[in-house]
């Protein structure tokens, strides 16, 4: 109940403080890269239970020529790449916490396709809800491997608490600043998760 309150009164002073950044950011994705503005996907929650993320588009639709997407990393463009080393792209994610879906500190929600590769340790990550940010991303967000990122989520799910949570939020701040652990050497973001036997 309390973490809720927290999420709830946060998100509603995010709004009142950035709506300005985020209407500008809005008309920029609109001008740099067209429409749609946002991107939403499909990403597993609390139990698993399907959701809907959102976030400001930071990539191009450019195709081959037999019509398939070009990979992540040639489609990123410059001005994704400021958005995602900000996090300005996960701005409409706050209308997602509101809601309930998400919570500002938890495990990230990854891919659909994921959640028959865990194994049982791992799956543990949805015994609480997604959050915007959480414990693997101020411990190296996407430098680190998959298994050290889910032993993170894990340790989260056992550790959690009102003070943890403001320390991560304060932790997530400064990786902000200083924009670290964006991406996995040669990736976008980073390499899909295939398994643990992978």
Request: proline content about 6%; some cysteine.
């Given at each position: 109940?309390?973490?809720?309150?927290?999420?709830?009164?946060?998100?509603?002073?995010?709004?009142?403080?950035?709506?300005?950044?985020?209407?500008?950011?809005?008309?920029?994705?609109?001008?740099?890269?067209?429409?749609?503005?946002?991107?939403?996907?499909?990403?597993?929650?609390?139990?698993?239970?399907?959701?809907?993320?959102?976030?400001?588009?930071?990539?191009?639709?450019?195709?081959?020529?037999?019509?398939?997407?070009?990979?992540?990393?040639?489609?990123?463009?410059?001005?994704?790449?400021?958005?995602?080393?900000?996090?300005?792209?996960?701005l409409p994610n706050l209308w997602v916490i509101f809601k309930g879906d998400m919570s500002l500190v938890g495990p990230r929600p990854l891919l659909m396709e994921y959640l028959p590769l865990y194994n049982a340790q791992q799956a543990r990550r949805h015994l609480v809800k997604p959050g915007l940010t959480g414990w693997a991303q101020v411990n190296g967000r996407n430098a680190i491997s998959w298994q050290e990122k889910f032993a993170l989520d894990a340790w989260y799910v056992d550790h959690q608490s009102l003070w943890l949570d403001i320390k991560i939020i304060l932790l997530t701040i400064k990786k902000i600043c200083v924009r670290e652990g964006i991406s996995a050497k040669g990736e976008a973001t980073m390499p899909k998760f295939t398994g643990n036997d992978a």
């Amino acid at each position: 109940m309390v973490k809720r309150l927290m999420d709830v009164l946060l998100v509603i002073l995010a709004f009142c403080l950035l709506w300005p950044l985020i209407l500008g950011v809005a008309l920029m994705v609109r001008w740099k890269l067209g429409t749609p503005v946002l991107f939403n996907q499909t990403r597993p929650g609390y139990l698993g239970k399907p959701f809907n993320i959102y976030k400001f588009r930071s990539m191009t639709d450019a195709r081959s020529a037999d019509g398939a997407l070009l990979p992540d990393e040639i489609r990123l463009t410059r001005f994704g790449r400021l958005l995602r080393s900000t996090s300005l792209d996960e701005l409409p994610n706050l209308w997602v916490i509101f809601k309930g879906d998400m919570s500002l500190v938890g495990p990230r929600p990854l891919l659909m396709e994921y959640l028959p590769l865990y194994n049982a340790q791992q799956a543990r990550r949805h015994l609480v809800k997604p959050g915007l940010t959480g414990w693997a991303q101020v411990n190296g967000r996407n430098a680190i491997s998959w298994q050290e990122k889910f032993a993170l989520d894990a340790w989260y799910v056992d550790h959690q608490s009102l003070w943890l949570d403001i320390k991560i939020i304060l932790l997530t701040i400064k990786k902000i600043c200083v924009r670290e652990g964006i991406s996995a050497k040669g990736e976008a973001t980073m390499p899909k998760f295939t398994g643990n036997d992978a």
